[in-house]
């Protein structure tokens, strides 16, 4: 059991940055920000600013992809075919829509409107391999494209509905998101759908879609989880899971969850072609925030009750780091030492 106490003024969730926006706060989500500037996904403007609060429009979201994808613009300049679309921006959104990235919205037109948060997903999940059939969708492609993005935590760190028009921050949370999710493939015993001779297609079931497998070394730079041969991964091969991260830089993005930041906190440090990019606290793993003396009730009572029992009958000890500091053999009896607790950041 994790619980993590820290005063926010003296937090510092970025410990080595690789750049320094001025309008980017801890508030952001400095850690996407970061990564995706270093991968040359996005970045800032002329000014310095990365301008996080600012809205993203579906032409700015088509470039987002184009870049993560690394898709040949320059081969599909003048290939465009949305008549809202204009020439500057025309090879980003007609190399997405040609790798099934992106659709219009009707009428020859592809919107050109801010990009919502159930767009924004799916463009991500076609990125992962999901949703290459129009069956996947059912009768509510917006519905079907939230429930597969909150499946695999899409939308984890992104605090919006499915018509919430998405900042800058936002969308690199999202994609910072993709490239820690694994890919996946239709399986080879999936059900498609089916052309009859007469050129009617035939919904036959839904897809099963699978994780995308590999023994490559490079499979294991984002994350080293992996799947035997039982039906879970492509063709029921064996292998590491790649995760898109890992597919796109083939192992040059790597992500260190083992290596604790200067306050002790579990954290994750990127690397980038072996230059570091940063690390940066787990925010997943956070219970609470204090801005005020923190008395032991308020850190004893994040326990779980299980735990708290435990404790009681002197099974298990806590481990305490403050400000960094691991205090050593703390047990319930001496966890009072530390009421009323000094202002600091408290890991236990």
């Known amino acids: 059991t994790l619980a993590s106490v820290m005063l926010l003024g003296m937090m510092v969730l970025g410990t080595s940055a690789a750049v320094a926006y001025p309008d980017v706060t801890d508030d952001h989500n400095v850690e996407a920000i970061e990564v995706l500037q270093a991968v040359g996904v996005m970045s800032g403007s002329n ?32 290939q465009n075919t949305f008549s809202d679309v204009p ?27 801010n990009v919502t948060a159930t767009q924004a997903a799916l463009m991500m999940l076609k990125a992962l391999g999901y949703f290459q059939y129009n069956s996947d969708f059912g009768n509510n492609w917006a519905r079907a494209t939230a429930l597969q993005a909150s499946k695999i935590r899409l939308f984890d760190g992104i605090n919006a509905q499915d018509n919430t028009q998405l900042d ?3 969308v690199a949370q999202l994609a910072l ?3 820690k999710a694994d890919m996946v493939d239709p399986d080879a015993s999936g059900k498609l759908d089916i052309t009859t001779p007469d050129g009617t297609t035939v919904s036959n ?35 590491s899971i790649i995760q898109l991260g890992e597919q796109l830089y083939n192992g040059d993005l790597k992500l260190d969850k083992d ?17 570091k990019i940063g690390t940066y606290a787990n925010k997943t793993e956070l219970i609470a925030s204090y801005d005020a003396k923190v008395s032991k009730g308020d850190l004893y009572s994040l326990l779980s009750s299980t735990v708290r029992k435990s404790l009681s009958d002197g099974d298990s000890d806590l481990t305490v780091w403050v400000d960094g500091v691991e205090i050593n053999g703390t047990n319930a009896a001496t966890y009072g030492a530390l009421s009323p607790a000094a202002p600091g950041n408290y890991w236990d």
Do not use: H
Not at 208 to 222: C, E, K, L, M
């Open 47 to 78: 000014n310095g600013n990365f301008n996080p609060d600012a809205k993203i429009s579906r032409i700015e979201m088509a470039i987002v992809m184009a870049n993560l994808l690394n898709l040949d613009v320059n081969y599909f300049q003048g």
């Open 87 to 113: 020439g500057w921006a025309s090879g980003y959104v007609a190399a997405c829509e040609a790798s099934g990235i992106v659709n219009g919205v009707g009428g020859g037109r592809f919107g050109t409107g």
């Open 168 to 170: 800058r921050n936002q």
């Open 177 to 179: 998101n993709a490239l």
């Open 205 to 239: 079931g839904n897809v099963n879609y699978v994780v995308r497998t590999t023994d490559a070394a490079f499979a294991n730079a984002i994350d080293d989880s992996a799947t035997s041969n039982s039906g879970s991964s492509i063709d029921g091969r064996s292998g």
């Open 259 to 275: 290596v604790p930041d200067d306050f002790g906190r579990p954290s994750n440090t990127w690397t980038y072609k072996n230059d």
